[in-house]
Each structure stands twice: as C-alpha cells, then as structure tokens.
C-alpha cells in the first residue's frame, strides 16, 4: 500500500459534509471521489454537501460532468449541494466551452457555501 498525500477528503460538520479536492484527479480517482462522496452521503445522513474544487487550475469536460453528476446522486439521496473555489481562470474557461454545472449551485467560497447549503436546507425543514 503506498502512501503520499490525500487527493480529497470528506469531513463532516453537523449535518453537512465538505468535500475537498487537493490536487488534480485523473479519471478513475475522480470517480473514486464520486463514489466515496454518495456513499459518505448515506453514512452520515447529509443533509448537505459542500465540494471544494479552489486546488484545481483546470476542469475538463469529464470533472465537469462528474460533478454535476454528484450533485444530482447527493439530491437523489437527500441532499443539497454547492461548488465553491471555481477559480477564475477556471470559470472563464468553462463558460468559453459550454461547459456548466447543471442544476448545481456554486459559491465563491465554503463560507459562502455553508452558508448557502444553511439557507437551502432550513428552507426544507420548514416545508
């Protein structure tokens, strides 16, 4: 078993988790994070899920898929999520290729993003 630096993490807080991506992830390890992140969903009884994609310097078609892909498994098992740390850059790149996130929310920033998953979620208990 080798080991060196995590790719991303999964921690949680209350009723949330926050997903962090800290470097670069090819295909399959990016796959490994979807299916970690929906099974963590379930572990946890998320209510809400923050991904933090603010290490990444580039985001190809497949990773843009993929995350909105997630986002729409973590609204299949329960819960709301938001994309936040798009770097400009990253952004401009995105919107210049058609690229989007679907139906997924983003945010600046994970301040900005709890605070959005808060917002979301409240709303949804008092339905």
Sequence with gaps: MTSGPRLFSILRQGSFLIASIHTALDDSQLVR????????????RARGVVIDVAALDVLDSFASRTLRD??????LRGAVTVIVGIQPEVAFAMVRLGMDT????????LEEGLLLLDRATSTVRRA
């Design 33 to 44: 994070f979807q299916r970690d992140l929906i099974e963590e969903i379930g572990r946890h």
């Design 70 to 75: 997630m986002g729409e498994m973590a609204r």
């Design 102 to 109: 679907g139906s997924v929310s983003t945010a600046l920033d």
